[in-house]
């Protein structure tokens, strides 16, 4: 088997976004696009060489051919050993887990997330560093930059390695095993939360409903909600990892999680449910008739941390991202911990995870985790409920009043514009930016505006500055607007308006969101000229 030096020109556009490269499938079918973003990882990476790989996806339409053409990649380019799911699978927060387990120089996690599979649908691949988290920013920056200059990457002749099957191969001088994507996993949730008070739960009659969207957790939540937990089968429902979702959206939100949330809204409603993305690394939690907000979610988890096995001990601290609510600045604040405000996306809370700052983070958009990783965790979070259910046993809705009559409620929601044109999408952006420096003292919707910015970050573990992370308007009760394009579309923009309020009453804890915060989504729409800009007059997506 000889290496093999094939020559190749440098793709426009293979800066990764938000969360790694995403295009269409037909994008990185084009031969050569996929092997240029990979051969520029390995240029960039040089631990990579003489180290261990780990490698897997969320399953969607092309994950196995790309997993066969990074691991003759791999091999050729000099990794000692790859570590590959079976099936070419591994959830997210998986591979983070496997990454960690085998002190792993790093990973690549293929998969576009939430995005729709299929042959018309969306691929993506992300590179994650030793620690199981997503390459920091100075690194995906080093990685496009290294395909605008290069011509050739190395592979190797060889045959496909059988994926389906466990065990150990080999190409050329680099060891591949194939491993059960789950069984690191499993007992990594095993060590964290208390099993046997959530079995007994479940004995006790409680019921769940788990939607896996026929995307990667299904296996995940198979074995262990319905494996090690006794849940009833059937507590899982679309559990077949399949390679377009069954045609669904794997996104767990109110619109995309139909089956899931009619079940929960419906008669006779299960006592708890939840759903993940295509991934894994996201959640949705509903109580029986009601939603958890995720940015709430995260702050009833913070202040319920002692409860759960693994957080006895209380929590370093908190991160959120900065669009998501002040409910866990709440939460930090009473117990006496660091609260931290980062830019989008799950790598910047790396460092501060590192570093030991932190021991929970979370993000509005159905984000949350812990230290146990580097990625969010979307079963994680399921689990970490179920252990804080299993203590209380509160309904899930009396468990949200109780947390705002303690720490007062943030109303929040989030719309989205999806494929807006791009260039309008840009105006509107730049119109709000235009008016940032005369907006602090103006008076709108009632309120005033204390601060308006486009957020910057300086991160407080390395130093380093992430510019232009949204603009944001607060108001001095602590409402804010924020205004961010998206950074994991693959088609025109996406642009993302996030409204908040908070309420110390528990008085009026009562409301709708969309009718509590009516007037900020009012003012947001005539501050952007939203609707002349884009020709919308209603979201697409409302979280
Ligand atoms: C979105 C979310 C962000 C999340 C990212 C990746 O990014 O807003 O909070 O970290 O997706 O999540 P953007 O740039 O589109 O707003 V996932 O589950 O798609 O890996
Ligand atoms: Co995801």
Not at 36 to 62: H, I, K, M, S
Not at 215 to 244: F, K, M, S, W
Not at 407 to 435: C, P, S, W
Not at 493 to 511: C, F, V, W
Request: charged share 25%; proline share 5%.
């Amino acid at each position: 088997m000889t290496v093999r030096t094939i020559p190749t020109f440098p793709f426009e556009g293979q800066r990764p976004g938000t969360s790694g490269l995403r295009k269409r499938v037909t994008v990185f079918q084009q031969q050569g696009y996929l092997e240029n973003f990979v051969q520029a990882v390995f240029d960039c990476v040089p631990e990579l060489v003489g180290g261990t790989l780990v490698l897997g996806g969320d399953g969607r339409y092309y994950n196995k051919e790309a997993i066969e053409v990074i691991l003759r990649m791999a091999a050729a380019n000099g990794v000692q050993r790859c570590l590959v799911g079976r099936g070419g699978l591994l959830s997210t927060p998986a591979a983070s887990a496997v990454i960690r387990k085998h002190k792993a120089s790093g990973g690549l996690v293929l998969s576009a997330s939430h995005n729709p599979g299929g042959p018309e649908g969306d691929f993506g691949i992300k590179y994650n560093i030793g620690n199981g988290g997503p390459a920091p920013e100075k690194l995906t920056e080093a990685i496009y930059a290294r395909t605008q200059t290069l011509d050739r990457y190395r592979t190797q002749d060889t045959k496909d390695i059988p994926l389906d099957v466990i065990g150990h191969y080999a190409i050329g001088t680099m060891a591949v095993e194939v491993i059960d994507p789950v069984a690191d996993y499993a007992e990594l949730m095993e060590s964290l939360f208390d099993f046997d008070a959530i079995r007994a739960l479940f004995q006790s009659g409680f019921r769940m409903r788990y939607d896996a969207m026929n995307a990667v957790t299904g296996p995940y939540a198979r074995e262990i909600i319905e494996g090690r937990l006794g849940a009833p089968a059937g507590t899982v429902i679309n559990g077949e990892a399949l390679p377009d979702f069954g045609g669904g959206h794997p996104d767990p939100n109110l619109t995309y999680a139909e089956q899931l949330v009619a079940e929960m809204f419906g008669a006779n409603a299960p006592d708890f449910g939840a759903a993940s993305d295509g991934d894994g690394d996201r959640n949705m939690i509903l109580g029986r008739k009601f939603f958890v907000t995720p940015s709430d979610s995260l702050a009833v988890l913070a202040a319920n941390a002692t409860l759960v096995k693994a957080y006895k001990k209380g929590l370093a601290g908190i991160a959120r991202s900065m669009p998501t609510s002040c409910a866990a600045d709440k939460v930090a604040e009473k117990l006496g911990i660091e609260c931290f405000e980062t830019p989008t996306g799950w790598k910047f809370f790396g460092n501060l995870l590192d570093a030991g700052r932190i021991t929970f983070c979370g993000e509005e958009s159905f984000g949350t985790g812990s230290d146990h990783v580097r990625e969010k965790d979307g079963l994680w979070a399921v689990l970490c409920w179920l252990n804080v259910l299993a203590v209380r046993r509160e309904p899930v809705e009396q468990l949200l009043r109780e947390h705002w009559a303690r720490f007062g409620r943030n109303y929040y929601t989030r719309h989205d514009y999806e494929e807006v044109d791009a260039v309008d999408a840009k105006g509107l952006m730049q119109h709000v930016i235009d008016q940032l420096p005369t907006l602090p003292g103006k008076t709108i919707a009632g309120r005033t505006v204390k601060l308006a910015d486009d957020f910057s970050y300086t991160d407080p573990i390395d130093g380093s500055v992430s510019k232009n992370q949204g603009l944001r308007i607060v108001f001095d009760d602590g409402a804010r607007i924020i205004f961010r394009l998206s950074g994991t579309g693959t088609v025109g923009a996406t642009l993302r308006i996030y409204i908040e309020s908070y309420e110390p009453d528990p008085g009026k804890h009562d409301q709708d969101p969309q009718i509590a915060l009516a007037d900020l989504i009012k003012a947001a729409a005539q501050l952007s000229e939203l609707g002349e800009r884009t020709g919308r007059d209603r979201p697409t997506v409302i979280t």
